[in-house]
């Protein structure tokens, strides 16, 4: 077990759902959150690397 994670079980003792200490596993909870944002994107439109390179390219400026 984690400290700091607590699980919430249903009358049949099942898992439900998960409490977590905010305080005590801010790392866990920015994983899990990263996780579910990727989630949420997986069917929108992706950009290769080198496009993405190439764009950025063009848009800086000549150093001086």
Do not use: H
């Amino acid at each position: 077990m984690i400290k700091g994670v607590q699980y919430v079980v249903d009358e049949g003792g099942e898992p439900t759902a998960v409490l977590i200490d905010l305080k005590a596993n801010s790392e866990l909870w920015e994983d899990f959150y990263d996780r579910a944002l990727a989630e949420s994107r997986r069917g929108e439109p992706r950009e290769s690397f080198e496009s993405v390179k190439a764009k950025l390219a063009k848009r800086r400026r000549p150093r001086a």
